[in-house]
């Protein structure tokens, strides 16, 4: 599914680089070693604005400190289940708690790493809050106008694509 209101990045240094590789680099990072699949980027970074599609299975985590704003790790639940699934070392079946815990886990693991690095580079700290996790066929998400979603397309070898999605205060 690739939402029709993506927009290619039209000033790419309004987020910043270093902002958005920190997060890519820590799901990277966080998928080869906790999860044993390869992943890379899959396409040029996009923006949304105002309401728009996500893929299934959603997790959403709060940043505040120097760096302020949001980060959402959204893609297909089958890919989902195959990720977490491995993070575990069981079979996932069912969308319950269960992969909803363990999803929330792997993105807390990801903004972890990533405000580590952000607090290097911004001369401050950064806290996350706790991940929330949402899962339903058509998801919508909206955002404020004046705080528009960079997204980096993703993909896990043999697994299917996913999103990192990145709103800032400021942007």
């Not at 902002?19 to 820590?26: D, K, Q, T």
């Not at 999860?35 to 959603?58: A, H, I, N, P, Q």
């Not at 998400?141 to 960079?150: E, L």
Request: glycine letters at 12%; a neutral charge; hydrophobic letters at 45%.
């Amino acid at each position: 599914m690739v939402p029709p209101d993506v927009a290619p990045v039209a000033d790419r240094a309004a987020m910043g680089f270093t902002h958005i590789n920190a997060f890519v680099e820590g799901a990277v990072r966080t998928f080869e070693q906790m999860c044993k699949v390869s992943t890379e980027r899959d396409g040029e970074l996009k923006v949304r604005r105002g309401m728009f599609d996500t893929y299934d299975l959603v997790g959403l985590i709060g940043l505040s400190g120097s760096v302020r704003g949001a980060v959402m790790l959204s893609m297909p639940i089958l890919t989902g289940k195959r990720l977490v699934s491995k993070f575990l070392g069981e079979t996932i079946r069912e969308t319950g708690p269960e992969l909803m815990d363990a999803y929330g886990e792997l993105l807390n693991i990801i903004a972890g790493a990533a405000s580590a690095e952000l607090a290097k580079m911004e001369s401050g700290s950064v806290q996350i809050s706790l991940p929330a996790v949402f899962i339903g066929k058509d998801l919508k998400t909206s955002g404020q106008s004046n705080r528009p979603w960079i997204v980096i397309p993703m993909r896990m070898e043999g697994w299917g694509k996913y999103n990192i999605e990145i709103s800032r205060e400021g942007v």
